[in-house]
């Protein structure tokens, strides 16, 4: 088991939730320390694809943690440096823009504003519908900026959804690997 601390943060682009309680999954096997971060979107949400309690009773059974899912909650992930790397997967074309313009008024970005003081790695894994429009500064904002690391990312449905863009969500763990070692993987952009 490696002993890096593991922040797992989850957003609600609840199509991919399944393909990342896999990789989350993996991780627990591999990691003694995965602490779960959830947005007030997968905390109270239910959809087509599940009950916010089914989710959260998962992450919970997965990791051992009960998830995050405050402002208060997160905030002492920086004080205390609670975490080596944090993973946010899916992260949201919401999520990204609130990073990338520096607002914390949600768990998962209050958890990365608290961890980026300590300069580690922040690894985003995105799921964005407007990836190609309306996100896309945000990505280029992020992907300039020093500790953010992306998961290899690319169209998803380019003939119905031309703008989408999603993680290669098979791909965190090496990500988080590389980023911890400060390094950015390549290709970042799919065919």
């Not at 920086?78 to 607002?103: E, F, H, M, Q, W």
């Not at 922040?122 to 690391?149: C, F, H, Q, T």
């Amino acid at each position: 088991m490696r002993t890096e601390r593991v922040g797992f943060a989850l957003c609600g682009s609840f199509c991919t939730h399944g393909q990342v309680l896999e990789e989350l999954e993996k991780l627990c096997g591999a990691y003694e320390t995965v602490l779960p971060i959830v947005s007030e979107a997968c905390r109270t949400t239910d959809t087509r694809f599940g009950t916010a309690e089914a989710f959260l009773s998962t992450v919970e059974r997965l990791t051992g943690h009960r998830p995050i899912s405050s402002v208060q909650e997160a905030e002492p992930i920086g004080p205390r440096k609670l975490l080596d790397v944090l993973v946010i997967a899916p992260c949201t074309g919401n999520t990204l823009g609130k990073l990338a313009s520096g607002i914390t008024d949600t768990a998962v970005t209050m958890a990365a504003k608290a961890h980026l003081r300590n300069s580690r790695p922040v690894v985003v894994a995105m799921a964005s519908n407007d990836g190609l429009s309306g996100a896309a500064r945000n990505i280029g904002e992020l992907l300039g900026r020093k500790n953010y690391y992306f998961v290899p990312f690319g169209q998803d449905d380019p003939e119905k959804k031309p703008s989408s863009l999603v993680a290669d969500f098979s791909r965190i763990g090496e990500t988080m690997q590389a980023a911890l070692e400060g390094r950015q993987i390549q290709p970042v952009l799919l065919r």
